[in-house]
Structure formats: structure tokens, C-alpha cells
């Protein structure tokens, strides 16, 4: 990758015949998957999420002079030199996701289908009324219609947090406008999980046994949880944001170790991975194999895209992702733990997301003035990142509570906290960091290059991913009698 | 409505009223619908189009202004004064559309969710494995999964033309970019048709039959005729547009005709409606009733967000409703026709738009010149519409065949044929009317105001609609032995 962010639109050599080379074997794999019985759902996967990313990478290039003058454009702040590049590519990315997983819906079905319509049970009849029809197709095959409900429901809920990251880059959606739209979009899943699962009740830890019993059924509250999750999902992701490649990283990381999780029940439990996570005594196929290759599917191109987004977006970004990107992003997450019944570990790998939100979650109130970015501030003088402070100026004091726990946050390091004497003769707060994860690190570590701490950030997300996982599969099984999987 | 066209970005008491009492009254139909154990989801979805007709009018006033500084913007060219208004406001309908569809998710699968989820069936369990639960849930009740993945796949189906539309609106996609985009958005409805439906054959007239027999199996032809018609409809509406409410006007005719159809099919065959369309003698509840209340409950939102739209669109247009809304609307036709078993009805109530596509064939495929807009020019001295032209420059005379095929238009009086003597005193063409409905309704009818012109051709839209659907009932069984429903 040129050092400098480069304005062309078009590939070079080498970029095209990498993409062409991508993009001819993954049709060979498709060509080859459909001929052969080999278990095509996940090949064609791999395969399509290889021309996800081959499409991707071209039309990220492509369209960015579109972008730029459909008024798609933004000025990269921490750079010496500003200059103005595309905005909101997030979109270039769902719109290709999306496309592929429509495509790939005959593929997951084409036996389904092939065995429910052949046979001639249908062909013979006009008057085929409907219900007829169906009764004839559940006696030659049962076709999964659950399967593809849920797959749809997916769908859906993608594209209208699709849609909603793309109005919110259009047209600047307030808050209060756009904050409960996750939780809707996400109303088919939730009827899906109703009719497919049902199951509203959660383990209880050990120590608590006593006081509520091994289960806890929360009802209708289950509910309520997943939609505060699907309302989280995309939000977490866009708040964790403001530095050069850090929305696709941390998204790229934690859907590896989705994937990486989804592994763990497709393997062998004899082999290496399942067999270091404990799982070397369960049977095989695992029951819940049908759910993981389900969240596989969404996964593996989701990585596809995320890829190339973030070839573009990687320090010194030639591209912006747009809040499109980190709604979506998100709502895949959501989706893949929702359908595929492990939210609860999906949230042990946003660990470093939660936390954001919770520490954020004084200025997101208003306790604390936010000013509109909040994103690390670039030294020009040294090229360095420094946290970025909010001011408070001489009229308006934090409030006295405020104060004391900015006070507290700052004596355990969590803050800066810059104090003056005022005319009285009093100690008072006149600036403090803006609080999110990103400016943290950088009062933790001092100042560092914009790459440096895209890095690092994500180093933590993998580092805290992974001990999350291990938390999930080793030591659950000290803190619940069972494993709820 | 006053004569102006107003600049104003609220609603006026009067309609903050009118809209309100609307969205109450809905409100409380919703609420007594729940409680009482009525016909629910006919009900709550004519409850659930009033409040989307008011939803969408208050948006597309209050929006007015983002639209505008998002570049979502025109000019209304057959105007005295020429004023900027919002262009693409057919995406707020498709957003309040999608959304209110899915909140109607819940409602129309609601006793099944409690039937299938009720009973402690899936309560009591933990490590309850997917498909275990599944096997309970259908001894207690089976929930109609293929139901939901035919909504589903609606769903997706419009959501993705809907986005193509908006992209359209934002880059301007050129036409061999966007042509085949709607029939990948089919496909999730194809595979929903192949498996409940799976009927490719088609009824052959009676002249034929000695030929090709009672039925001839298509196969995967017939798919490959649904792709057209998921082509198609998007488009169709999209090139029979320019003038002030054309488009809104055409699919309201286009979804009431549809209506109609299904409420011929919907109400007892005793009632005036199917007694006029010899329908008397079938059985009740009709086989079909189910298709056409899922059609029903996609056509009525429809209405409401259209009806909404019309009043902002009709003439003096304040907004322009874009190609989100053509697409969209087309795309709602296609849905309801392909899974509702009715597309070859669908077929009959777009005559209008099948005319005007092969009438504008020479010029959507270039052997007659196309320029940029087709649409009527305004003659600002007598304040009329009169038919466009496109012109034959000196150099440029059209080829041959295309001379004799527009002079034959001409003498057909299909076309207007202005003709010069050159200099070697042979006549040629210099200009011809545009090959659009609309000229050629200028052609025939001579020079009238806008709004003149959009009624009458809506008028001939309902017409030829109900033309249509008496050839379909009363005639079809003179032409064909039996009847498809």
C-alpha cells in the first residue's frame, strides 16, 4: 500500500490481477461445488465470500469520485496535510453482502428445493391449490421452511439497519430519531427464535442456586434482553470509532472469533481446537451444528467484505466507512447470536465494546459535555494522537456529583483530568478527556502515531476475544453446574 | 390544497388534525383488534396502512428541507416559475412501508407464535437442541413457517429494489449496471414459489390445445418469466413518469384493481363483486383465500403510504417521489403477483406500462435518439403540455428501416412526423414525437394542462384495468376450458 492516500479510481495492475486471479478460482470452487456432493453449503460460502471481497475491493475503488460528489465525502482530521476523501463505503460493503447472500440462497436450498419439486408431484396439476401443493411436497421431502424463515429473517433485519446507517450518513438522524429502529428491525428474529427456540430461560451461576433455582426463566423479559442486544450491536460498534481502520478491525476481529467459536462445533471434537476448549467428550455432529453453520454463512462473507473495506480504510485511509458499516457490522453479530442461540457469548466478545459504552455513557447523557467529535486529537508538531479533552469553562463547573466522579476517575487513572486555581482560590476542574476507550488508552500509554493505536486497540479486542472464549468453555463449567449450549 | 406550491416544512393545523384523528382511530382499532378474537390481520393491517398513510405525509412534509440539503433535489420544468423542490421523497413511503410491514410480523403470526411457543412445551427445558425443540413445537401446534418465509421473501425482495432505487436516485446508475439487479432481488421469491407453488405449467387456449395439448409445462422457463416480470415491473413504472403525480396515480389504479382481485376471492361468492365476475358457483372460503389476503395485506400499506405521497405529488407537485418510489411500487406488483399464484393478472392491469415500453422500445434501445428526459415540454406562453420531440439533425437522418417505421407510425397516427424538404429536394424526417404514452396522448388529444393530462391517463389506466379483469373473469372461460385460479 502507497505510503500516501492515493485519489485514483481505478485498480492497478497487480490489484486487478490479484482480484481476477480471487475472483476465477472462487467461480472454479462454485462451478465445481455445484457438479460434486461435497457439502456445498459452506464451500459455496468460502467461494462467494471470495468474490465478496474481489467485488468489494473493486467497487470501493470504483465508485469513490460517485460518493465524493453525491456529497459522500469527509475530511480525514488526524493527517498534516487535510484533504477530503469518500465517506460512508460501509454501504458499497452491505449492498455487495447483501446481494451475495440473496444469491446464495439457492444454493443452502438447491437440494431442499430439487427434492421437494421433483418426483412430478407438482407438475401434473393446475388446480394445484395450495395447501394440496404443500401436502404433496411434505410427502417427497419436507423442505426446511423454518430454515429459510430464519435466513430471511436475517435478511431483513441486516437491511433495515442497512438502510438506517445509510439515511444516518444522508441526513444526520438525531438520537432520539434512530435509537430504538435496531430493536424493530429486529422483530422477525425475535419471532423466528420464539417459534424455533423458545427458550427464555437462563443457567444460574452456582452460588446463586440457592436463592433462584438452577433456571431462571426470564419470559417475556428474554425478550426484552435480545432487543436491548440488538439495539447494542450496532451501537457499540459505532462508538468505538474515529481512528483510521479501528471500526473494520475491531469488526473483522471479533467475527473471526465467532467463527473461530462456530469452529469449535464443526470440527471433530478430537481435533486440536474443540479438544483445547473441552469439548473432546461431546458427540459429533454436534446437535447444534445446523445453528453454527448458519452463523457461518453470515460470517464468512461478512469477512469478505470487511476485508477489503478495510484495504481502504487502513492507515492512511483513502476511504471512510460511514456509519453504514458500523450498523451493520453490529446487526450481523446480533443476528448470527440471536439465531444461532449464543448471545450471551457474543457479548463476552464485545467486552471492550461494553466497557466503551458504560465509560462513554456520562457524556452520552449529557452529565458530561460532548462535543460533537470526541475522536483522539492530532498534534500536528509531533504527528502523534493525544486524547482529546472536553472543556469546562469558567461559568459552568460539573455539577457536584460530576465532579467527584471525574475526581474518583481520575485517581484511578481512567481519566486526565486537568485542574486550576480559580479567583477564589479553589480547585477546579477546567478540562478533562473525552471519555472513550480510545482517548483511555492513549492517557494509559501517551501519545502514539495513528496506526500505533488502531493496533494496539485491536491487539486488546483479540486479547480480551480470546479470553473470553476461554472463560466460556473452561471455566464455565466452575461457575454453572451445566453448559448451556 | 392551495394553487402554489408551498415551501413550508410543517404541517398546517388542519392536517396535524386530520392526521392525528387518523392515527388515533387506528390506534385504537390495533388495540381492540388484540384484545378481541376477531379476524386480526385484515384488520390490523387496514389500522396499520392508516397510520402509515399518516406517517408518511407528516414525513414528507418535515423532511422536506434534509432532503434538500442532502442534494436530494429538481427542478420542475413544466412550471411558469421554476422552483427547486425535494426529489426522492418515494424513499421516506418505502421506509415507512418496510418498517410498518414489519411490525405487522407479530400480528399476523401471532396465535401461532403463542400456540407453538404456549403450553410449557419449551419451557421446562435447558439443553433443549434445536431441532428437538422444533419436533415439540409441531406436535403442539405447526407454525406456518412457510407463511413467514413467503412474507420474509417479500420483504427482501422489496427492501433490495427499494435500496436500488435510492442508489439510482443518489449516483445515477446506468441502465446495463441496474437492468438484472431486480431479478436477483426475485430470487428468494422464486425459491419460495418452487417449493409452495412449484405449478410451471401453463393453460393453453382452446384454439391451440389440438397443438400443444390442455397444459404446457414451461418448466424452468416459467422462472425465468417471473424474472422478466421482476424486471419488468420496476421498470415499467419508472419510464411511464414526468409529469406531476403520474407515477403515484398509476400504481394507486394499479394496487386498487389489484385489491379488487383479491377481494373477489376474499369476500362470499354470493356478494355483488364475485357474482359480477362469475364467481357465484365457487366454494367458500375460496382455496385461494390465503394468497390473497397475504396479497391484500401487502397491497393495503401500499395505499396508505402511496395516498400519502399522491397528495404531496399531485399537481402543483411540491415533491418528486424518484425512482425509489417506481421501483418500489413495481416491485410491490411483482410480490403480490408471483406469490399470490396472479402474475399473468398482473400482466392485464399493466397493459398501459407494456404499450409504453415497446412503444419507447426504439428509443430505450437506441435506434431512435434518446434524450436525457422524455418527458412533455411545457409551452409557458399558453401555460399547456405539449409532446416532446426528439430531432433528426441535417447530418443524421435516421437508417432506412427506421424511416419507414416512423413514417408508418406517423400515417398509423401513432406518432407526430415532422418532415422538411432538403436540399436536394427530398423529403426527410427532422423531428418525431417522443416514443413515450404520454406524447402520444398529446398527439391524439392535442396540448392540455398537466394536471388534465395526468387524469386522463390514469382514467385510462383504471379503464383498461377493469377492462382487463373482465377479460380475465367473464371472457376466459370462452378461450380457455378451465380456469387457473
Not at 442486544?229 to 483510521?244: C, M, Q, R, T, Y
Not at 473441552?278 to 452463523?295: E, I, Q, R, V
Not at 465494546?353 to 486529537?377: D, E, K, T, W
Not at 479567583?423 to 502515531?449: A, F, H, Q, Y
Request: include cysteine.
Amino acid at each position: 500500500m502507497s505510503p500516501s492516500p492515493s485519489t485514483q479510481s481505478s485498480l492497478t495492475r497487480n490489484e486487478a490481477l490479484t482480484l481476477s486471479t480471487i475472483a476465477s478460482a472462487c467461480l472454479t470452487i462454485l462451478a465445481n461445488a455445484l457438479r460434486e456432493d461435497a457439502d456445498i453449503p459452506l464451500i459455496v460460502s468460502l467461494a462467494l465470500s471470495g468474490l465478496a471481497f474481489s467485488a468489494s475491493y473493486a467497487l470501493i475503488r470504483w465508485l469513490g469520485p460517485a460518493f465524493m460528489r453525491a456529497g459522500f465525502r469527509g475530511v480525514d482530521l488526524a493527517k498534516p496535510v487535510r484533504r477530503e476523501i469518500p465517506e460512508g463505503m460501509g454501504a458499497v460493503c452491505a449492498a455487495v453482502y447483501l446481494f451475495v447472500m440473496i444469491v446464495f440462497v439457492p444454493f443452502v436450498f438447491y437440494r431442499d428445493v430439487v427434492a421437494a419439486t421433483s418426483g412430478g408431484g407438482n407438475r401434473d396439476v393446475v388446480v394445484s391449490l395450495r395447501d394440496e401443493a404443500a401436502e404433496r411436497g411434505v410427502f417427497l421431502h419436507r423442505f426446511p421452511h423454518s430454515k429459510l424463515a430464519s435466513y430471511l429473517s436475517a435478511m431483513v433485519s441486516l437491511h433495515t439497519v442497512a438502510s438506517l446507517g445509510l439515511a444516518d450518513d444522508l441526513f444526520d438522524i438525531r438520537w432520539r430519531h434512530k435509537f430504538f429502529i435496531p430493536a424493530f428491525a429486529a422483530i422477525p428474529l425475535l419471532v423466528v427464535y420464539a417459534v424455533d427456540f423458545g427458550v427464555t430461560s437462563v443457567v444460574v451461576p452456582r452460588l446463586l442456586q440457592p436463592c433462584l433455582g438452577p433456571l431462571l426463566d426470564l419470559g417475556g423479559l428474554y425478550y426484552v434482553y435480545m432487543a436491548a442486544v440488538a439495539i447494542f450491536g450496532p451501537n457499540s460498534i459505532n462508538i468505538l470509532a474515529g481512528i483510521n481502520g479501528i471500526e473494520v478491525a475491531q469488526s473483522v476481529v471479533i467475527a473471526s472469533l465467532l467463527a473461530l467459536n462456530d469452529a469449535l462445533y464443526l470440527l471433530p471434537p478430537s481435533a486440536l481446537l474443540p479438544r483445547l476448549a473441552g469439548l473432546a467428550g461431546k458427540p459429533y455432529p454436534h446437535p447444534a451444528t445446523d445453528s453454527h453453520l448458519f452463523s457461518l454463512s453470515f460470517l464468512l462473507p461478512f469477512l469478505g467484505v470487511s476485508l477489503a473495506l478495510l484495504c481502504h480504510n487502513a492507515y492512511p485511509a483513502r476511504v471512510f466507512v460511514g456509519d453504514t458499516y458500523c450498523y451493520f457490522a453490529g446487526t450481523v453479530f446480533v443476528v448470527v447470536g440471536i439465531l444461532g442461540h449464543f448471545s450471551k457469548t457474543l457479548l463476552l466478545l464485545l467486552v471492550p465494546q461494553i466497557f466503551n459504552f458504560v465509560y462513554s455513557a456520562p457524556q452520552l447523557f449529557g452529565l458530561v459535555p460532548c462535543p460533537r467529535h470526541r475522536m483522539p486529537r492530532f498534534n500536528a508538531r509531533t504527528g502523534l494522537l493525544e486524547p482529546s479533552v472536553t472543556t469546562w469553562p469558567d461559568g459552568k463547573p460539573p455539577r457536584k456529583a460530576v465532579e467527584w466522579g471525574l475526581r474518583t476517575l481520575g485517581r484511578l487513572g481512567l481519566l486526565r483530568v486537568v485542574v486550576d486555581k480559580g479567583e477564589d482560590g479553589k480547585e477546579r476542574i477546567v478540562e478533562t478527556s473525552n471519555l472513550t476507550l480510545l482517548n483511555l488508552w492513549l492517557v494509559w500509554r501517551g501519545p502514539m502515531k495513528e496506526s500505533r493505536l488502531t493496533l494496539e486497540v485491536t491487539m486488546l479486542q483479540a486479547a480480551m476475544g480470546l479470553a473470553g472464549l476461554v472463560v466460556r468453555y473452561r471455566l464455565a463449567l466452575l461457575v454453572f453446574s451445566q453448559d448451556n449450549i
